[in-house]
């Protein structure tokens, strides 16, 4: 049986992280609202839009990562190798898919 | 705890839980490498939609078709769900009594389906719109990427199913407890490419409308 010591500690570090889901939901939830008003009510150009768009997008994909999959400097160096790999991965395929499309839309006159 | 090496990427049980805790890296893990391989999946079927954007064949387009209210109404369901299978992990990791983690996942099984539900509401009015996949090369690409997501979300509410039967049956066991640590990080994926989705989809399909 732990230790009314150790209860206590366990305790504390329930309380931590339950604060910690609260400020993923809280931090979610401004990041979400701000973009749907922006599209909604304001009249910035459509490029300025979809920066702020893409932005507030990051900032959540972020908030999720440390909030709710609890990705933070304590994981192992493999398990963020698999990540920041993925991630790599993911972004030469997917931009080099749309540079590609893009570009051979264009020369072939189909824009 | 702040400076322990985490044992896996996750909401780890910590040593207080034994040999669950053991049993979990390498789960863990191999679930992480199965993640990530769906977000490429996603991230090709992303930039087929982009790709596919002017793709229209003077069919409806983006912004006669989606709904900004509806797409914040998931938004908030997934999200919201999100937050409440995190409070079935604490439960969980607590060892709070079962009736608990029972009842959080309920909530968010109740949360998947009202957003699976709100989905197909949307995919409804969309064809009543003339929106439909053989439309044009847009809409199958739409089709393609929005559904596969949401095909996603309703595979992990027939897992949940399933883990609610486990604990049912079961209990609180070394079984029961991976089940719920991997479905909670599929289900916290599953939030992330929403968020890819009313970014890359919706919001800017939305813009044109007023802009």
Redesign the interface.
């Given at each position: 049986m732990?230790s009314a010591n150790e209860k206590g500690e366990?305790k504390a570090?329930?309380r931590r992280?339950?604060l910690s889901?609260v400020w993923?939901?809280g931090l979610?939830?401004a990041l979400?609202i701000v973009?749907?008003a922006i599209?909604?009510w304001s009249a910035m150009?459509?490029l300025a839009?979809?920066a702020f768009?893409?932005v507030?997008?990051l900032a959540?994909?972020v908030v999720?990562?440390r909030f709710?999959?609890?990705?933070?400097s304590?994981?192992?160096r493999?398990?963020l190798q698999?990540?920041i790999f993925?991630g790599l991965?993911?972004s030469i395929?997917?931009a080099g898919?749309?540079w590609i499309?893009?570009s051979l839309?264009l020369r072939m006159g189909?824009? | 705890?702040?400076g322990?090496?985490?044992?896996?990427?996750?909401?780890?049980l910590g040593p207080?839980h034994g040999k669950d805790d053991a049993a979990a890296e390498g789960l863990m893990?191999g679930f992480?490498?199965f993640m990530?391989?769906d977000?490429?999946l996603f991230?090709?079927v992303?930039?087929t939609y982009?790709?596919s954007l002017?793709a229209t064949a003077g069919g409806p387009v983006a912004s006669q078709l989606y709904d900004?209210t509806s797409?914040?109404v998931e938004?908030?369901l997934l999200?919201?769900s999100?937050?409440t299978f995190?409070?079935a992990s604490?439960a969980m990791?607590?060892r709070h009594r079962q009736r608990r983690l029972v009842a959080w996942l309920l909530v968010t099984l109740l949360l998947g389906l009202a957003f699976i539900g709100v989905e197909l509401h949307d995919f409804a009015s969309m064809a009543a719109k003339g929106g439909v996949p053989t439309r044009s090369g847009f809409l199958s690409a739409f089709f393609d990427l929005v559904p596969l997501h949401g095909l996603h979300v309703a595979a992990g509410c027939l897992w949940m199913i399933a883990l609610l039967v486990q604990l049912a049956r079961y209990g609180v066991d070394t079984k029961a407890k991976l089940g719920i640590m991997r479905l909670a990080?599929f289900w916290?994926?599953l939030?992330?490419i929403w968020?890819?989705i009313?970014?890359?989809v919706y919001?800017?399909g939305?813009?044109?409308a007023?802009?």
């Open positions: 732990p366990l570090q329930e992280e339950f889901y993923g939901l979610a939830l979400t973009p749907f599209v909604k150009t459509p839009v979809l768009i893409g507030f997008a959540q994909i999720h990562f709710f999959l609890h990705i933070s304590r994981q192992k493999e398990d698999l990540l993925s991965i993911l395929m997917l898919t749309l499309m893009a839309a189909m824009t | 705890m702040s322990d090496i985490a044992k896996h990427p996750g909401l780890n207080g893990f992480w490498v990530m391989s977000a490429i991230g090709m992303f930039a982009l790709t002017s900004l797409t914040f938004t908030l999200l919201s999100s937050f995190g409070m604490l990791k607590y990080l916290h994926f939030d992330i968020i890819g009313f970014s890359v919001l800017p939305c813009m044109h007023v802009g």
